[in-house]
């Protein structure tokens, strides 16, 4: 009988345990259904296509970015998906269904566009949610008037999400301010809150999330003081710049942030004393702290202090006081811009920048500028030094006085050398600190004794190859024949390179003239060649077809040709011109970065350039100014012919700048009647046809197209100012979206002033320009090697300038 019992319990156990497993599977089939039904709904809800999700396949098995475990799903990715027409028309923050997944721990519409509020069930529904970013995606949301102004556009249900591990809300359109309900985020690794409008102080909250490892908070308007940030024991980076955070930062500030990799504060109105521990925390190799109002001396450093692998950038500052020789340790530093004295560090200056400051060198301030800084900080040390530098200046006038009397002299009976080149002209360069001395062997060697297949193009001041030093470093090299073409022109790029140093200039690296007839200049070799080659690119594929470049790529293009061009205009002392702008002098690298190159043509802005002048309606061929002695011309050249390349890079007609003058105005007349701020239509029929363009991205398109027709105005005062391109650029859509008079054919540059100074989102600072730089889609240091990238895209405050009150700039708008 207990045999029969045992039995009985024994089947009673399996039948138990056999339904169990049924139940569970038909619930996590009941499961599966309503997670399927919902992922349909958000399929119909967001226009996305059959191709990247259609209704008949397992999203599981087959839907692009969704992710799934146990036939849960666990993560969806709606970056890159492609919307159907009306999905494309009727854009929206429509995600509803996604309250079903309830197992759903990332959420990535990063560049999807979802305009509209975040929904405030995101914190009551989702709590296995780890993972959101909304980057770029058009968040914003209207302003209950029930609930008055400082309603801030994160919902604080948000703040419910306690398992969140990132959280990227970065490049959309919140305002109002950052609530210290934050500090509940006990998991958060990872907090971008950059390019957005948020106006509030910094939370302290945020500063006592220890597992914290990168936050950046760029690019808004933040004020306040910097809070104690001792407890984020493991942040690897932080990003506070373009900012309105003001205060000291205390001798303590970072002295617990022991895995502290890089530290970002530019642009905000910080003084005081940097810190010490800075310059020794173990880890730190990248330091931006341009743009404030630090001062005092440079601490020393010690003999053993290890700087090769850092990146520290300290310029527009008020530092002051003698330079320490380990300065030339470092990776790359940015001194630009403050108030050092004395003698420059040698011949090896090529990772620092020093101009703009009280040093015995070229392209820094004024005695008066000095001794007046000087004078106020109550600092007397450099007083001999500044009669020194009286002493020098004056020898300096005179020896340039003594030039100018020569060069009038012999104007009509220059001596040029056996090598065809000017005497007095090579005597101004000085040869050994420009770059390194290469020996004609060395050459020679790296290019196989420059073989034709070596040979990257002939250019119109030399012919340019492909080399490898023996110790591995690819190189590009420039041969001058200067008997042949009695050209001067690698002496006008020495002595540029020897005076000026950006990111976004091709990286030179030396040069050989022990050659009679030849001279080389030697950069550094950049693969994807000159944008004229690279536009179009042979696929991986073996049918050998050629892909033209995306529209993310053309615009990094075009942005990074515009912070090159704003750092010769604008923070260069005289303004510079390059003068030979065009697809083949646009340098691209691996990543598709711009390098200028092609400065056989650079010359400092003429003092007074006319209004109107034919050159700019029809640019010159590279040489005419000097060769024909017609005159110089001025930044406003560079504006018309940046913007060929921006229609260029719109039409796919890239190379049309190196065109016949007849047959490229002709192809500009065309063109520029396709571009209208009032229908955006007419620009289709100009569209590139191999560019594939979301509708999401069709407006930036439609935005650089009208930033082009404005550059190519034929009244050079009527085109903007670099500095305002370079802005536009940044987020092009707000062209289209904002008009404004700054479009019409009629207006001046005051306009273009008018539309970047007045709202208040577009910080204005009276002060000297600023040397930093953010890279098209990311920001940058200012060294021309071993940068870091940043993640904030909008520019610096800093960099604004004011307008100027030239003659010629004040032209009538009326006139055309």
Same mark, same amino acid.
């Given at each position: /009988? ?30 599966? %259904? ?5 992922? =349909? ?18 999203? @599981? ?6 992710? @799934? ?26 995600? $509803? ?52 102004? /400082? ?25 109002? /301010? ?33 597992? /914290? ?106 530092? *002051? ?17 403050? *108030? ?59 020896? @340039? ?11 009509? %009976? ?25 020996? *004609? ?70 040069? @050989?003239?022990?050659? $009679? ?5 030697? *950069? ?64 691209? $690298? ?67 700048? $190196? ?37 999401? =991205? ?119």
């Amino acid at each position: /009988m207990g045999a029969q019992r045992l039995l009985m319990l024994l089947v009673a156990n399996v039948l138990f345990i056999a339904c169990s497993q049924q139940l569970q599977l038909l619930a996590l089939k009941s499961e599966a %259904a309503i997670e399927r039904l919902a992922l =349909l709904d958000l399929r119909s809800s967001l226009g996305i296509r059959a191709a990247d999700w259609h209704k008949k396949s397992d999203p @599981c098995k087959s839907w692009v970015g969704v992710e @799934c475990q146990s036939g849960r799903v666990t993560g969806l990715r709606l970056h890159g998906l492609r919307r159907s027409k009306w999905g494309r028309l009727n854009p929206r923050f429509s995600v $509803d269904s996604i309250v079903n997944l309830t197992m759903l721990s990332s959420f990535n519409s990063s560049g999807f566009l979802l305009p509209g509020s975040i929904p405030s069930w995101f914190g009551y529904r989702l709590s296995a949610l780890q993972v959101l970013d909304l980057c770029s995606s058009s968040v914003s949301g209207s302003i209950p008037e029930s609930l008055g102004n /400082m309603m801030r556009l994160v919902p604080p249900e948000l703040y419910f999400l306690r398992n969140l591990v990132s959280l990227d809300l970065s490049t959309n359109r919140l305002n109002g /301010m950052i609530s210290s309900g934050m500090g509940n985020f006990s998991e958060i690794k990872y907090l971008n809150l950059s390019d957005n409008g948020f106006s509030s102080v910094v939370p302290a909250e945020l500063f006592f999330l220890f597992k /914290m490892v990168e936050l950046d908070l760029s690019s808004n308007s933040l004020s306040g003081t910097l809070p104690e940030v001792r407890h984020l024991v493991n942040l690897q980076k932080m990003n506070l710049g373009s900012n309105y955070l003001e205060g000291s930062l205390s001798k303590e500030t970072f002295f617990s942030l022991v895995q502290l990799e890089s530290l970002v504060l530019r642009n905000n109105r910080f003084h005081g004393a940097l810190p010490n521990v800075l310059w020794i925390l173990p880890k730190l190799h990248f330091l931006d702290v341009s743009g404030n109002q630090f001062t005092g001396r440079l601490p020393d450093l010690g003999s053993n202090f290890n700087a090769t692998i850092k990146v520290f950038n300290l310029s527009w500052n008020l530092f *002051y006081g003698t330079l320490a020789v380990q300065l030339v340790k470092f990776g790359s530093v940015d001194l630009s811009g403050n *108030y050092f004295e004395g003698v420059s560090l040698g011949s090896n200056l090529t990772k620092i920048q020093l101009m703009r400051n009280c040093l015995q060198m070229g392209n820094q301030r004024s005695l008066e500028e000095c001794r007046s800084f000087y004078a106020d900080q109550g600092v007397f040390g450099g007083v001999l030094l500044l009669v020194v530098l009286v002493v020098i200046m004056w020898v300096i006038q005179r020896s @340039c006085r003594h030039v100018e009397v020569n060069g009038a002299t012999n104007a009509n %009976a220059k001596h040029v050398s056996k090598d065809g080149t000017s005497a007095s002209t090579m005597a101004s360069v000085d040869v050994p600190h420009v770059g390194k001395s290469f020996t *004609y062997e060395q050459l020679a060697q790296s290019t196989s004794n420059f073989n034709e297949k070596f040979l990257i193009k002939n250019g119109h001041s030399g012919d340019l190859y492909r080399g490898r030093m023996d110790s591995g470093t690819h190189i590009t090299v420039k041969k001058v024949d200067v008997h042949v073409l009695n050209n001067e022109s690698y002496v006008s790029e020495l002595k540029f390179f020897d005076t000026v140093s950006h990111p976004r200039l091709v990286p030179f690296l030396g040069h @050989c003239l022990d050659q $009679d007839n030849q001279k080389f200049l030697v *950069y550094k070799y950049l693969p994807n060649g000159d944008l004229a080659k690279s536009f179009n690119r042979k696929t991986s594929g073996t049918d050998g077809d050629l892909q033209s470049l995306d529209w993310i790529t053309r615009l990094k293009i075009a942005t990074g040709v515009a912070e090159g061009l704003s750092y010769l205009h604008h923070e260069c002392n005289p303004p510079l011109v390059h003068g030979d702008l065009k697809a083949t002098s646009i340098i691209l $690298d691996d990543n598709f970065e711009v390098r200028l190159g092609s400065f056989g043509e650079v010359h400092a802005q003429p003092e007074s350039p006319p209004t109107s002048i034919p050159e700019f309606t029809n640019p010159r061929t590279p040489g005419q100014c000097l060769s024909a002695g017609l005159s110089l011309t001025t930044c406003a050249h560079d504006v018309y012919c940046f913007g060929k390349i921006m229609l260029e890079l719109v039409t796919g007609k890239v190379g049309m700048s $190196d065109s016949d003058e007849t047959i490229a105005k002709e192809w500009l007349e065309q063109m520029l009647s396709y571009i209208s701020i009032s229908d955006k239509e007419k620009l289709s029929k100009i569209l590139d046809p191999s560019l594939m363009v979301d509708d999401d =991205l069709q407006e930036e398109v439609w935005g650089m197209a009208l930033i082009a027709r404005s550059c190519l105005r034929p009244n050079p005062s009527k085109r903007p100012l670099m500095k305002h391109i370079l802005r536009a650029l940044e987020n092009p859509w707000k062209v289209v979206r904002d008009g404004g008079p700054w479009l019409r054919t009629t207006s001046s540059r005051k306009s273009w002033a008018a539309a970047f100074f007045s709202s208040s989102s577009w910080r204005q600072n009276s002060s000297e320009g600023n040397a930093a730089f953010r890279r098209s889609g990311t920001s940058g240091s200012h060294s021309s090697s071993g940068q870091e990238r940043q993640t904030s895209r909008k520019k610096l405050s800093s960099e604004i300038f004011p307008e100027p009150a030239d003659a010629w700039f004040l032209e009538s708008q009326n006139q055309d």
